[in-house]
Structures are given as structure tokens and as C-alpha cells.
């Protein structure tokens, strides 16, 4: 299952790319992009774990900047 | 009405955000307080102001530093400044320290800003969501009778389903597909298309949401929803193809990571080894180690190519091009051959008369009323053009009768009788069966002969009528175009006979023309001459071998087949994306041309045409190489400039200040070029 959510006060574009490849390694996690353009991050994970997925995502937001969330 | 705006700017109105304000406050401060301090420099008051500027440039800096490390973030970006400037102080060098802290900031606030702004005005690029929907509702009359009266209700566009009415007044925009109930008027389709000239349009005609109702008020039945209309489908390509990512931003990305690392390993060793190895003083090499820190950021790098991307992506929209991807904005920016399909692409998809020749003695006049009457009740899209080109020589020289025991011989033509004769009506075949002998004609196109039954066994021939699939005006020039461009490798993919389609492909110029292919043959007619870039193109037509020998020729032999040489530029395949979907699929590029209205079309391509005017391609290639260009120069600029910089620091020629300049000129520089992409045409 393929989501896409918005994202606030993403701010740079290197703690983008950051918090993708930090998603990527979440278990569960097909694939993930983020656009810093259009403030955008799509997450493809499997079905069943798609909430916990996104929970440890926010975790993973959170850890490189502190103010960047992801809008369910 | 904020609701009802375009997603892509919700929340995005104001370019400056109350944050952005109270940052542009803190720079004016702390810079007033750090020239105050150079003035004063050698009063007791210089340390009292730089420390001021330093807390008010890098109060939250520091504190997101000091919070990164709790986080086990390190290399984070605050995290390297506050350490920079730390060392600087311990250098004793405030003032550089105090630039660390403010530049970072100025930078930092300039990228939001660039972004903010670049954001905001590809989002009113794309403003073509309308703002609310006027809803025509029958109630009953209050006074009791029976009678109905109809109210207009201000709706969102979100609320309407197929079935309702809705009003659309002059100057409003469409706010969801439908059909023209009541009323007519002109569309302004510029938003959409790129095209100035306005669409006429009547009742019973569909009306594509995102355009402009110039003239006349609409009753228009809704037909899709709107998130299945075209609006909303555009908004969503548009938003969400900067997420397919261009292999150049990858990259960099890629390259960031291992960067900062390994600059900040060496600023370590620089401040670690030589003072240990006996050079010079701890603080010198400091000094020089934390120059490489302040040069560590790649986000110039980061920053500069995704907008660059982006804002080409815009332009492209402005002209009415949709690119579904930043990774196809890439590839087109490298694609060395075009595949054209042939009808409706190249061509103008529909037959018109292209010459009309009478026999001799005969009148011109008299043979296309023979051929009109005889064509009139056939359904073939070759008979409908003659016909249609007949009532409109012959509309001043009286009307066409109507003609008895129309008969349709399969394959060949059909036969009738027309104020009294036997007419035949047809091509070669049927002409060879009446023993009569066939002209020459030299014109490429369908000849449909024109003979009438003399006696039992004479017929004489009356001429013929030369019916062909025109091209379009501007192919031509958009081949040459493209060749200009460099774009060698020009190709044609069409069912048509072998003579006709050499005859389109030499005219417009084309490198090589495979003709006769089945619907299914196009894809491998595409891999052919994929694979073939890299060996020697040479096709001979494997995918039909039962049709012909005649299929998959070249046209202009010496151009094409003589260059073997391996190249690794991409195929785009540009087609009207409505029964070429497998080919659009199989190539790099699928261009999807006039898609208009057309939600197949718009779904199967990755660079969507909205109009049907192929020299947009000449844009969008244009556009492509332009911001590939920018993206490239960014990339060396910046990496040069901090090389050089990091060089030059680690043997004590660069100060504090170039590193400054390296960071946040250079950042400052390269989103400056990058929003040139925006302004492409």
C-alpha cells in the first residue's frame, strides 16, 4: 500500500534526504520518497504494518529535525 | 473561499511566514550589532557587541545542536556551525565566529525563501482549480402551487456528482468536467494547454475543468467527480513529480552523505596530526579544521538541483506540458532519438482531398458531383472526405441528388446509379475488373477512381480523386527543429503501405521510416531501434514477416543506417496516447501529445502534450536540456568553489571568511541559478 501525506516545516533539503533513507530502513518499509519541493512524503509499506510504520516514521522525522511533521 | 484553493499552495499564501519575519529582525540586529562592533573595535566595547550578535544570530543553532547531540544526530548542520564557531572563539577570532553564526543564518533564511517563493508562484502557475461551483437547484414554489423554481447554490467543487446542474458564468472557471446543457460560449484552455486561441464551443460539447468560460453563461450537466476530472488529475500529476526522482538528484544525495563525513574526518585530522607532528600551533591548525567545518554543509549541493528540477517542471507546465517526473525531465534532456507515431502525430489523423484529376474531356466540377453523390451514403472515413470536400466545391453550382441501388463491392468500392448511369466507384482493383487502365499518379495518397457503364461491356474512366492523411504544417519544421537540437535519429512508425509512408517520411524530413507494422509490431519496431543505438540499426522487419518485404525500410537511406556508432541517449516515443499506450510504456520518454481531454492519454504518458501542436516538443526538450544545464553547473560551481576554498584552508591561505562565502555564497549563488529555470520558454 502505497500513502502519501503532507509534511510541515520540512526545512532542508539534506534532512530530506536524511529522513528518506532513515524510513527505507524501517522494517516494513517497501519504499519511500519524499519531495522537499512540494513538502510531500509517500511511503509504500505493507498493509499490515502501515500504522506502525508510520509511527516509527514520525520517530524517524523527529530525530533529524525536531520540528518536521508528518500530517496524517 | 481559503479552502477551496489549489493544495499546492494551502498554507503557502503568504511568502513570508511569521517565522521568516522574526528571522529577518535577528539578521538586521545581530549585523547592526557586529558592524558596531568593528567600528568600536578597539573600545572596551567590541567583545560586549560580538557576543550580543553571536546569542542573538545563533541562540537556536546552538540550542538545536545541543539537541541533535541528545538525539545522537551529529553532522547535523547546527550541530557543525556551533562547533565552527566554538573553535573560533577559541581562537580568538570573535568576529569570525560572530560570521559563522550570522551568514548561516542569512543563508538559511535566503533557501526558505527561495524555496517559499519558487513553491508559491509554480503554484499560481498551476491555479486552475476553481474556487466554488454554482449549483442549479430545483425547489418547490414557497406559495404552495406546483411549480418549480430553480436557485443557485454556491458549492465547493468537491460537493458536486454527476447528474447536477451547474451554472457557469463568464469569467469563471470550470469547476468539473460535464456537457453543455444550455448555452454557448469560448474557452479559454491557456492554463491547460499553453494555446492562446480560445475554444468554441455549443451545446452538447464537454467542457474540461481548468478552463475559462470567456463569453456566455453554461448550463453544464456534471459528468465525473471532482477528483476524476481533468483538474484534478493535472493538479496531482503536477504535485507529485517532483517524488520520481532524476537520477542527478539521487546522486547527490548520495553524495551528500558520504561528504559531510569524511569533511569533518578531515578537519580532525587537520586539527589533530600536524600539531602533534610538531608543525606549528594547536590553534592555527584549529583554525584551519574548522574551516573545513563551516565548508562541510552540502546544502547548496542538496537544495539547488531538486529546485532546479522543480522549477523547470513549471516551466514545462506553463507551456501546457505536463512532466510526471523529475527523472524524465532528466532523460528527455538526453534523448537522441524521436519516435514519431505517424497518424494523428505527424499527420493530421483525418483523410482530406488532396487533388482531384478529371479525364481527359472531362469537367472537374462534374466528376467530384459524380463522386459525392456516388460516396454520399457510404460510411468509409475516405468516402466522408470526399464527400465533405464535394458539398463544399460544389455548394454554389447546385446540390448532389441522392443515388439508387447503392451497392458496396468489398475491398474494391462500391457501384450505384446516378441520374441515369451506372457509376463505379473505387479503387485499382475495381478499375482493373472494369478493364480499364489504371494512370500514373505521382501524388501519395488513396486514389478512389471515378468510371461510368457506357454499354454492356464499355465503361469509361472520369478520373480521379486523391485522398491523403496531410500532414501537419509544423511537422516539417519541428523535425528540423529537433535536428538543430542535434537530435539525428528521427523515426516514423506507421501501418501504412510502404509507398505512402516513405513518401510522408521523406517530406518531412524523417531519418528512417518503418512502415506496414501491426498495432503489435510498434513496440518491437521500438526495442529495434532501442537495442539497435548501440549495434548497427539495420531492421529488417522480423516483428511482420508475413505482411511483407516491404516493411521497415529506410527512407532516407544515407542518414540513417550509416551511423553505427554507439551512443546511450534515450528514445522518447511520442504518439496521441490513446491506442499507442504499450509503446508509450516501453520507452524512456512516452510523449503524449493533444491528450487534452483525454484521461487515457493522460494517464499512460510520462510527458503529457495538452495540445495538439507538436512543436511543443522542440519546448519541453529545450526546457529539459536548459535545467539539466543548471543542475550541472550547480553541482561543479559548488563542489569547485569548496574544493578550492577546503584546499586553500588546509595550508593556510583561506580564511574563516572564504569558508563563509563557500557556504553561503555559494548557496546563495546556486539557488539564484536555479530559479533561472523557472523563466525558460
Redesign the interface.
Known sequence: MKK?FKMENL?????A??M??AIKKIDGVNDC??????Q?I?IDAEDDKFDEVLTAAQKAV???D?GTLIKK | MAAARPRLSEGRDRIMTRKQKKDIIRISAAGVLFACGYVWSDTSLRLPLFIAAYIIAGYDTIYEAVMGIIHVQFLDENFLMTIASIGAIYCGEYPEAVAVMLFYKVGEFFEHYAVNSSRKSIADLMDIKAEYATKLVDVSDESGSSSQVTVEMTVEPEELVPGDLILIKPGEKVPVDGIIRTGSSSLDTAALTGESMPQDVIVGDEVTSGTINLTGALHVEVTKPFEDSTVAKVLDLVENASSRKAPVEAFITKFARYYTPIVVCLALLLAVIPPLAGFGHFTDWLYRAMIFLVISCPCALVISVPLSLFAGIGSASREGILVKGSNYLEALASVETFAFDKTGTLTHGRFTVSKVVPAAGIEASKLIEIATAAESLSNHPIAKSIVAYGKDYLASAGSVGTPENYEEISGKGISCIYKGNNVYCGNDKLIRDLDLSVPEESEIGSLVHVAIKLSNDEYRYLGHIVVADTPRENSAETISALKALGIENTIMLTGDKREVAEAVGNSLGLSKVYSELLPGDKVDAIEAAMTGRSTTPSYTSTANAGASATSGITANAGVSTASGKKSRGHLAFVGDGINDAPVLARADVGIAMGAFGSDAAIEAADVVIMADDISKLVTVTKIARKTLRICKENVVFALAVKFAIMALGAVGLASMWAAVFADVGVAVIAILNALRAMRIR
Open positions: 502519501t526545512d532542508c533539503a539534506n534532512c534526504a536524511k528518506e533513507t520518497s519524499i519531495s522537499f519541493m512540494t510531500k509517500s523527529t530525530k533529524v525536531r
